[in-house]
């Protein structure tokens, strides 16, 4: 199954800056490149997709979680959407844990 493409979800921004990160200080803690994170959220002036790797919105992901205390695949369905053929993550019920656990232990590379 190919890669389905993960982008920030309209909130980002306030999300982030809610829970006290600026862009930068979200790059830091989640050992990220910070130029990650403006090209995810700027696509269009940097002429990339704006997609993220897996992994790379998983460790953003767990920076926001331990910041504001919450668990990380709610965390990171705050954040990101996932697009593909099923319907978009940030608009599926976190009630319906997937088959096999959390989604991050299927989704990281070993």
């Not at 997709?49 to 705050?78: C, H, M, P």
């Amino acid at each position: 199954m190919a890669s389905q493409p993960i982008t920030v979800g309209a909130d980002f921004e306030t999300l982030i800056a809610r829970a006290g990160f600026t862009k930068a200080s979200l790059a830091r803690a989640a050992k990220v490149n910070c130029g990650v994170i403006f090209r995810a959220l700027s696509p269009n002036v940097y002429a990339v997709s704006g997609a993220l790797r897996k992994t790379t919105a998983w460790n953003i992901g767990q920076a926001y979680a331990e910041r504001i205390d919450l668990d990380r695949d709610r965390a990171f369905v705050q954040l990101f959407v996932v697009t593909g053929e099923q319907a978009p993550v940030a608009h599926r019920s976190l009630a319906a844990e997937p088959a096999g656990g959390s989604v991050m232990d299927r989704d990281t590379p070993e």
